[in-house]
Nanobody, 120 residues
Framework: QVQLVESGGGLVQAGGSLRLSCAAS????????MGWYRQAPGKQRELVAA???????AYVDFVKGRFTISRDNAKNTVYLQMNSLKPEDTAVYYC??????????????WGQGTQVTVSS
C-alpha cells in the first residue's frame, strides 16, 4: 500500500508555469511506474505523463515540449513541471502509481487530486 498526496496546484495565467508534487507515504524506489492524469469537467480522466523507476518517461502529445515529469526516489516524490500553460490545461491533476504500469489499465494507487486553473 502507498498513499499519494499531490500539491502545487493553483490559478495561473495562460503562458505561466506550475510545478506539481506527489509525495508518497513510503519509498517509491520499488514502484516501477508513476505518473500524472488529469480530468477536466465533463471529460474522462486522461493520462498526461508517466515515468518508470529507471527514469524512462512518456508524454501524451498535447503536453510534449511543455510538461516535464521527474522523480526523486530519495524524497519519495514525483514532480510535474508545467510550462506554457493553456486554458485547456485546466483540470484536476491526479498522481498515480502502479507496480507494473500507469500507462495501460487502471493504476492501483491514486492521490486525491489538485486543481489547476489556467486563465486566459
Amino acid at each position: 500500500q502507498v498513499q499519494l498526496v499531490e500539491s502545487g496546484g493553483g490559478l495561473v495565467q495562460a503562458g505561466g508555469s506550475l510545478r506539481l508534487s506527489c509525495a508518497a507515504s513510503r519509498s517509491i524506489f520499488s514502484i516501477n511506474s508513476m505518473g500524472w492524469y488529469r480530468q477536466a469537467p465533463g471529460k474522462q480522466r486522461e493520462l498526461v505523463a508517466a515515468i518508470t523507476s529507471r527514469g524512462s518517461t512518456a508524454y501524451v502529445d498535447f503536453v510534449k515540449g511543455r510538461f516535464t515529469i521527474s522523480r526523486d526516489n530519495a524524497k519519495n516524490t514525483v514532480y510535474l513541471q508545467m510550462n506554457s500553460l493553456k486554458p485547456e490545461d485546466t483540470a484536476v491533476y491526479y498522481c498515480a502509481a502502479d507496480s507494473l504500469t500507469v500507462v495501460a489499465g487502471i493504476p492501483s494507487y491514486w492521490g486525491q487530486g489538485t486543481q489547476v486553473t489556467v486563465s486566459s
